[in-house]
Each structure stands twice: as C-alpha cells, then as structure tokens.
Nanobody
Framework: QVQPVESGGGSVQAGGSLRLSCTTSGGDISTFSLAWFRQAPGKEREGVAAIDSISSPIYGDFVKGRFTISKDNDNNIAYLQMNGLKPEDTGLYYC??????????????????WGQGTQVTVSS
C-alpha cells in the first residue's frame, strides 16, 4: 500500500514561494501517477497539478504558469514548486497517488491513496 506524506507548507506573503514535498512509502513513484489537490474552508477539493510517466504534467486553470510539479524517482519524492502565491491559494494541500485511470487526471476520484495534507497560508 502506498502512503503519501506531505511536507513544506507554511505561511507566506503574497508573491512569495513555497515548495511542497510528497514522500511515498510502499511503492516506486516512477511507476504510478501522482497529483496535488487543495481544499479551502467551505470549498470543494480541486486539482492543482498531476504527473505520470507517460503524459506531460497538467495543471488547474488557476495555476497560470505559477506552479511546477515534478518527481525525483531516485528518492521517491514528488514536489510542487509554487511561485507568485496569492491569498486565494490558501488551503490544505494534499498529495494523491495511484490513478485508477478514470476521469480527468485532476479529478480527486481518480486517486486511491491520499496523504493527510499540509497547510498553505498566503497573506495579503
């Protein structure tokens, strides 16, 4: 069983940067799809970015070139580099792994394993 664990969240001012990390135990990260999601209070969980071994990474429309998803297969870690953060980026960020191949790569129902989340707070 794959267990994602997120880290790297924190509080920054608007325009700042954070790099989130997702370590995955129980599986070889090079063999499965992985995605980042976020959820703000009172809002639905939304897909931020997704990556797999076949296709190019994809991003939510709101990212607009500010974030980059990547994987370090040698160390079994995935990253989400976030630049140009905005207050509306505030939320709990989750790493999800192992796609069932159904629906959009940014649909939360596509992924089997989830981490507990790391909080990102952006102040104006």
């Amino acid at each position: 069983q794959v267990q994602p664990v997120e880290s790297g969240g924190g509080s920054v001012q608007a325009g700042g940067s954070l790099r989130l990390s997702c370590t995955t135990s129980g599986g070889d990260i090079s063999t499965f799809s992985l995605a980042w999601f976020r959820q703000a209070p009172g809002k639905e969980r939304e897909g931020v970015a997704a990556i797999d071994s076949i296709s190019s990474p994809i991003y939510g429309d709101f990212v607009k070139g500010r974030f980059t998803i990547s994987k370090d297969n040698d160390n079994n870690i995935a990253y989400l580099q976030m630049n140009g953060l905005k207050p509306e980026d505030t939320g709990l960020y989750y790493c999800a792994a192992f796609s069932n191949g159904k629906g959009s790569r940014l649909w939360h129902g596509r992924y089997k394993y989830w981490g507990q989340g790391t909080q990102v707070t952006v102040s104006s």
